[in-house]
C-alpha cells in the first residue's frame, strides 16, 4: 500500500476548499494539524476565505470543547485570521478563555499567514484578545499577544492585567537555553516591552506577590530567593534601566500603601539598589512620611534610612516621632525611642523639648514602652508622672457594649422574573451563597408554578453565563452543593425524565419509616447538610410537577428563624395540598424553641396530616437541646480516613453529641460522630445556623473541625462562621467556648477579627461564658494545640472595644494551666499585661492560680515583671 504525496494532499484540499468543502478543513482544525491548515489556506481568494469564515464561526460555536490547547488552539487561530474578515469577528473566537494558541510559536505562524493575506488588522486583534484577560489567562497566551504585537510594531496593553500576565511572562518565558530559562536579568533586558511596562509595576495594586514568586528554586520543595529585585538593581548599575525611576516608583508605591506581604518586593528592592545618603536626603520627605504611616516592616526601613543621614533636621524628626510613637508596633517605637535619647545626649541645649517628644510614649499601650519612655523623659529632664497618678478604679466596671440589634425581618418574597433573574445572576456571580439562596429558592418555586416555560427561557442564558463558576470548581469539597442548584436553576418547566431524576435523588436520601430518615452517604457530611441536600432534591420535584405556592421553611427574619403565625397561614393556604416532607421539616426546626400552646391548637384546627404535624411538634417541645461533650481526636481515632487525613494535627480537641435522655433522634442531628472534615469549603457552613436558628451548640459541633482548622493547620476561613453563630439561639455549651478558642488563636487576621466579633456580640446579649472559654484556651495551649502569641491582639480588641470585663474573666481562667507548663510559651509575657490592664480597669478581683509562685521567682524578665504587674493589682483589689 502506497500513501499519497503530501503536497498532492495539499493541493487537494485546496481545491475542495476553493470548490466548497469545508469539512476536511475543520478536521485538520479540530485534530491540531497545524502546517496543514496554513497550507490548505495559501492561496485561497478573498471571497473563499469569507465564505469559509461564516463556516468557521457556526462550526466553531457547534464544536466547542473544553479547552483548545496548543496544536488545536494554534490551528483554530491559523483558521481564524485566515478566514475571518475584521478583528472584532476574530476576537470573538481567538478571545475566549478556552482557546490557548501555543505561545510564540502561534504568533509567528499567524503573522505570516496574516501576511500572505494581507491582513492588517493584528494589533487590533492582539489588543482586543488582550481586554478579555483575565485571572485564569493562560501564559502562553500572553506570549501569543505580545509576539504578534511585537511582529507588527504595536504597543503592548497596560492594564492591570496585562501588566500581570507580562510579569507571569518574565517568569515563564517562551524560550530556553539547554532546557534552562535565561537569568531574570538577562530576561528583562532583551524584553521589547520593558520601557513601557516597568513604571506600571509600581501603580498595580497587588503586583508585589507576583513580583516576589519569581525565584532561583531548584525544584518544587525549593522555594528558592527572589530574584527580580536584584535583577532590576542589576539592569540599573548597567544603565538599562533608570535607576531614578526604581527608587522613586518604590517609594511611591511604599506611599500609596498595599497588603503588606506585597509591599515587601518594593522594600527588598530598595535594599538592593542600596540609595546613597544623596539618594535618601533628596527624598527625606518621603521617609519620613512612611515613618509614621507605613506598616512596620516599611517603617523600620524608612527609620534605618533616615538614621544615617548626619544632616537631618531635627525638627523633622521630631515632627514624624509626636506621630509615630503612638504606633502599635512595639520594636518600632522602641528603636524610635533609642533614637530619640541619643539625640538628647547629642543636642544638650534641646533635651527638654527632645523629653517632651519621649513623653508622648507614656501613654502606649504596651507597659513596657511606657516605662522606658518615662525613664528616658526623666533622664533628660521631664517627670511625665509629674501631674499625678492617674485616678484609681473605685469600684468594679463592667462591659460597656450597646444592645445588640434584634434580628431584621427577611426581604419580601421574590415574586417578579425580572428581579428573579437578577438575584440568580449575582448568585452565581460568586462562590459564596449566604442567606441569599434561600429566597431565589422560594422565588423560584412561587413563579415556576405559574409559568415555568416562561422562568426557565430567562433563567437559561443566565446559567449559561455564570454555571462554570459553581458547578465545575469544587467537586473534592463533599459539602459542595454548587452542581445540583446549577441543575435547579435549569429544571423550571422540564421533562418527565428531570422529574424522575429528582425523585430518584430524593429517594435516594430519605429512609422512609427508619430512624435516622437522612441517609448517610458520606461520613464526612453533617446531618444539617444532608438535610438541605434532601431539601434541594425535593424542590426539583417542585419544579418539574404540580407547582407549590412557595417554600414553607423560608424564614420571616434574617437569622433563619420562622414565625409560628405564619407558618400555619401558609399551612392553610395550601389547603387540602400536602407540603413537602423536608419543607415542613425545615419549617419545624426553624421555630423558635418555646411557642405558644394557641399555635398547636391553630395547627390542628386545619384538619390536614401537615397541620397536626406542627401541633404535636409544638406540644413535644420541638427539638430537644442535645448532649455535648469534649472529646480528643487522635490521627489513630479519627473515622474514615482518607489520603488527606494525613495532614491532620496528630491531636485536636472536638466534641461529640448524644440525644439526651428518651429522646428519639428521628433525622439522626445528634448521633453524629467526630468528623474529620477540613479544608476550604466556599461558603456552604454559611447556611447551617439559619438551619437550626434556635441550636446554637449543635451547628457549633458541626463545624468545630472548620473552626479548629484555622488555629492548628492555618486553614482560612472557618472562623467566619462565628458572627452567623451569635445572631442565632440556642446554649453554646463547650463547642462554642472550643470554638470561640480556636478562632482567638486563627492563623489568619480576617478570621481573628470574625472572632472578635462574635465575642462582642455575644458579650452585648450576656449569651458568653468567658470563663468557659478561658478553661478551653488554656487547655489548647498547655497541650500544644494552638499558638497563644496570636490570642493577645484580638483580645485586646475586644477589651477596647469596650468589653474589659468579659476578656478579664476569659483571662484569669485561662492563665492557670499556661503558667503551669514547664516552658512558658511565646506571647505569655503579652498576654499578662492584657490580664493586667482589664483587672486594673474593671476593678474585678479574681483569684489566678500559680501566678503568686510565677510572680515571687527571682530576676527582672518580662515573664516575671509581668507576673508581679498583675499580682500587685490584683493584691490592690
Not at 560 to 567: R, S
Not at 772 to 801: F, N
Amino acid at each position: 500500500m502506497t500513501h499519497a504525496d503530501p503536497s498532492l494532499r495539499t493541493v487537494r484540499r485546496r481545491h475542495e476548499l476553493a470548490n466548497g468543502g469545508t469539512s476536511d478543513l475543520f478536521d485538520l482544525v479540530d485534530r491540531g494539524a497545524i502546517k496543514a491548515v496554513a497550507a490548505a489556506l495559501h492561496g485561497l481568494p478573498e471571497q473563499r476565505r469569507r465564505e469559509i469564515g461564516v463556516e468557521l464561526t457556526a462550526w466553531f460555536k457547534q464544536h466547542q470543547r473544553g479547552i483548545w490547547w496548543s496544536g488545536t488552539g494554534t490551528a483554530l487561530a491559523i483558521a481564524v485570521v485566515g478566514c475571518l474578515p475584521t478583528a472584532a469577528q476574530a476576537a470573538t473566537i481567538l478571545g475566549r478563555p478556552s482557546v490557548n494558541p501555543h505561545g510564540r510559536l502561534a504568533a509567528e505562524l499567524v503573522h505570516a499567514v496574516a501576511r500572505e493575506r494581507g491582513v492588517d488588522w493584528l494589533v487590533d486583534l492582539a489588543h482586543r484578545i488582550a481586554a478579555r484577560f483575565t485571572e485564569q489567562t493562560w501564559v502562553g497566551k500572553w506570549h501569543f499577544v505580545a509576539t504578534l504585537l511585537h511582529l507588527d510594531g504595536g504597543a503592548p496593553p497596560t492594564d492591570d492585567m496585562a501588566v500581570r500576565l507580562w510579569l507571569t511572562a518574565v517568569d515563564s518565558p517562551a524560550t530556553f537555553h539547554q532546557g534552562q530559562p535565561p537569568p531574570v536579568a538577562d530576561r528583562l533586558r532583551d524584553d521589547p516591552f520593558l520601557a513601557v511596562m516597568l513604571p506600571r509595576l509600581f501603580e498595580v495594586d497587588d503586583i508585589g506577590n507576583l513580583m516576589l514568586g519569581i525565584t532561583d528554586h531548584h525544584d518544587r520543595t525549593d522555594p528558592g530567593r527572589p530574584v527580580l529585585p536584584p535583577a532590576l538593581a542589576q539592569l540599573a548599575a548597567e544603565g538599562v534601566v533608570d535607576r531614578s525611576l526604581l527608587l522613586d516608583g518604590s517609594l511611591g508605591r511604599l506611599l500609596r500603601g498595599d497588603r503588606p506581604g506585597a509591599l515587601r518586593a518594593f522594600t527588598m528592592l530598595l535594599d538592593q539598589l542600596a540609595p546613597t545618603t544623596a539618594e535618601v536626603t533628596a527624598r527625606v520627605t518621603d521617609y519620613l512620611r512612611l515613618l509614621v504611616d507605613a506598616p512596620a516592616p516599611v517603617a523600620t526601613m524608612a527609620q534605618k534610612a533616615l538614621r544615617t543621614l548626619p544632616e537631618l533636621e531635627l525638627e523633622s524628626i521630631l515632627d514624624a516621632s509626636r506621630q509615630m510613637l503612638t504606633r502599635p508596633d512595639k520594636t518600632l517605637v522602641r528603636a524610635q525611642l533609642g533614637w530619640l535619647d541619643q539625640l538628647a545626649r547629642q543636642h544638650r541645649d534641646r533635651a527638654g523639648e527632645i523629653a517632651e517628644v519621649i513623653a508622648v510614649a507614656a501613654d502606649h499601650p504596651a507597659v513596657q514602652l511606657r516605662e522606658r519612655a518615662v525613664a528616658l523623659a526623666a533622664r533628660h529632664g521631664l517627670d511625665p508622672a509629674a501631674d499625678g497618678p492617674a485616678p484609681a478604679v473605685t469600684r468594679p466596671r463592667g462591659d460597656d457594649l450597646p444592645p445588640p440589634p434584634t434580628p431584621a425581618q427577611s426581604p419580601a418574597p421574590i415574586t417578579d422574573l425580572d428581579e428573579l433573574t437578577e438575584e440568580v445572576a449575582a448568585l452565581l456571580a460568586t462562590p459564596y451563597r449566604g442567606t441569599a439562596l434561600e429566597r431565589v429558592l422560594d422565588g423560584l418555586v412561587r413563579l415556576t408554578a405559574t409559568d415555568g416555560p416562561r422562568v426557565h427561557a430567562a433563567l437559561a442564558p443566565v446559567v449559561e453565563r455564570r454555571h462554570w463558576s459553581w458547578a465545575d470548581a469544587h467537586r473534592s469539597d463533599p459539602l459542595c452543593l454548587c452542581a445540583t442548584v446549577v441543575e435547579l436553576f435549569t429544571s423550571a418547566g422540564c421533562s418527565d425524565g428531570q422529574r424522575e431524576r429528582w425523585e430518584r435523588l430524593r429517594t435516594a436520601l430519605h429512609r422512609v419509616d427508619a430512624t435516622p430518615e437522612l441517609v448517610v452517604t458520606d461520613p464526612r457530611v453533617p446531618p444539617v447538610h444532608r438535610l438541605l441536600h434532601a431539601r434541594l432534591a425535593e424542590i426539583g420535584g417542585y419544579l418539574t410537577g404540580p407547582g407549590q405556592p412557595g417554600l414553607l421553611a423560608a424564614p420571616t427574619t434574617t437569622n433563619g428563624q420562622l414565625d409560628p403565625a405564619a407558618l400555619v397561614d401558609r399551612l392553610a393556604a395550601l389547603g387540602d395540598r400536602e407540603p413537602g416532607h423536608w419543607d415542613l421539616t425545615q419549617a419545624l426546626l426553624r421555630l423558635p424553641t418555646e411557642v405558644d400552646e394557641a399555635i398547636a391548637g391553630q395547627a390542628a384546627a386545619l384538619g390536614t396530616a401537615a397541620g397536626r404535624r406542627l401541633a404535636a411538634w409544638v406540644r413535644d417541645g420541638g427539638l430537644p437541646q442535645p448532649v455535648v461533650r469534649p472529646r480528643t481526636v487522635t490521627q489513630s481515632s479519627s473515622q474514615g480516613r482518607r489520603w488527606a487525613d494525613a495532614y491532620l494535627p496528630d491531636e485536636r480537641i472536638l466534641v461529640e453529641l448524644a440525644p439526651p435522655d428518651g429522646a428519639v433522634d428521628r433525622y439522626g442531628l445528634f448521633t453524629t460522630p467526630v468528623s474529620p472534615l477540613t479544608g476550604e469549603h466556599v461558603g456552604w457552613v454559611d447556611l447551617w445556623p439559619s438551619m437550626l436558628p434556635g441550636h446554637r451548640g449543635l451547628v457549633t459541633a458541626y463545624a468545630l473541625p472548620l473552626i479548629a482548622g484555622a488555629a492548628d493547620m492555618d486553614e482560612r476561613g472557618g472562623p467566619a462562621l462565628l458572627p452567623l453563630l451569635a445572631e442565632i439561639a440556642g446554649p453554646g455549651g463547650v463547642a462554642l467556648d472550643l470554638a470561640l478558642a480556636y478562632g482567638l488563636s486563627a492563623r489568619h487576621g480576617p478570621d481573628r477579627v470574625a472572632t472578635v466579633d462574635a465575642l462582642l456580640a455575644l458579650a452585648a446579649t450576656g449569651d458568653i461564658d468567658a470563663a468557659g472559654i478561658g478553661e478551653q484556651l488554656g487547655t489548647l495551649v498547655a497541650r500544644h494545640l494552638v499558638k497563644l502569641s496570636r490570642v493577645v491582639e484580638p483580645l485586646r480588641d475586644v477589651a477596647q472595644a469596650g468589653a474589659p470585663l468579659t476578656v478579664w474573666r476569659l483571662l484569669a481562667a485561662t492563665l492557670p494551666a499556661v503558667l503551669a507548663m514547664p516552658t512558658a510559651p511565646r506571647g505569655l509575657p503579652d498576654l499578662l499585661t492584657v490580664a493586667a490592664e482589664t483587672a486594673a480597669t474593671t476593678g474585678v478581683r479574681i483569684e489566678v492560680p500559680g501566678l503568686a509562685a510565677v510572680a515571687g521567682r527571682g530576676g527582672s524578665g518580662r515573664l516575671v515583671t509581668e507576673a508581679r504587674r498583675l499580682h500587685r493589682v490584683l493584691d490592690a483589689g
